[in-house]
């Protein structure tokens, strides 16, 4: 999983996407639905982010905090939203404060080596995301690109994350049925050098970045710009729906 963003600059898109988060999780309200999370309500989405912000920030001290009373008590606090924004700021003080070479648990294909890296990295996509899920219940529908805070960079930054690390690995759904034949998927960013082909089989993904787009070639293709493309894949936004990419990766791609 290649960036090009340095630690700063994750920790930056953290802060952004956790100031979003809670402007429009306060704007919806605590029990309104999530049109992006079925079966979601704003305050059940602020619980689950911050027992990860909670979660992330305890592995990277070496401690393993337990999940479901963390969460309980987010959704059951007088103010969760005060209590979603003390936990990003406890998980940026972690990171701040940890080694390159601190221990803490990872995952997804090709790691950074560094798990502080890895962890500030997979933290800002995780906040940006579910905080286009506030937005989107602020807003009562699935927001357009335009309508985010995301930056080309971060979203070019959160392709290679998805791509070459969620897809690719042994648990990915993303499969074809048994007996049908193997398929390649063209992801192309029309506001970057490069695209990606994903193989789809009975088999793992396999997943290959092409810096120069023009070589990607496959039997499906989906095109928009990164921000758009980075909500799309994400299942957080209907506006590139119309390709014929969807149907396989709406029945078996990550969440």
């Not at 700063?8 to 809670?22: I, S, V």
């Not at 309104?32 to 619980?47: A, F, I, N, Q, S």
């Not at 930054?157 to 690995?169: A, K, N, Q, T, W």
Request: net charge negative; with cysteine.
């Amino acid at each position: 999983m290649p960036t090009s963003l340095t630690l700063e600059q994750h920790l930056a898109g953290l802060h952004a996407a956790m100031l979003a988060f809670a402007r429009h999780a306060g704007a919806a309200g605590l029990d309104v639905p999530v049109p992006t999370c079925p079966e979601w309500t704003v305050r059940r989405l602020v619980g689950h982010q911050g027992a990860v912000h909670r979660w992330a920030a305890g592995a990277l001290r070496g401690e393993d905090l337990d999940w479901a009373p963390v969460e309980k008590a987010g959704r059951s606090s007088a103010d969760p939203v005060d209590w979603l924004r003390d936990g990003a700021i406890a998980l940026v003080r972690a990171l701040v404060e940890a080694d390159d070479d601190t221990p803490a648990p990872v995952f997804l294909a090709d790691p950074p080596a560094s798990p502080r890296r890895f962890w500030a990295r997979r933290l800002c996509h995780e906040t940006t995301i579910h905080g286009v899920d506030a937005l989107a219940a602020d807003l009562g529908r699935l927001p357009r690109a335009e309508e985010t805070w995301i930056e080309r960079d971060l979203a070019l930054d959160g392709l290679d994350e998805l791509l070459l690390g969620f897809v690719p690995r042994e648990r990915s759904r993303l499969r074809t049925e048994p007996g049908e034949a193997p398929v390649t998927l063209v992801v192309r960013p029309t506001d970057a050098d490069h695209a990606y082909t994903v193989r789809v089989s009975d088999d793992v993904p396999v997943t290959v970045r092409h810096d120069d787009g023009a070589a990607a070639a496959g039997d499906r293709e989906v095109t928009g710009n990164a921000v758009q493309l980075y909500l799309a894949l994400w299942h957080r936004s209907d506006e590139l729906a119309a390709s014929d990419v969807w149907p396989l990766w709406h029945h078996a791609a990550v969440r």
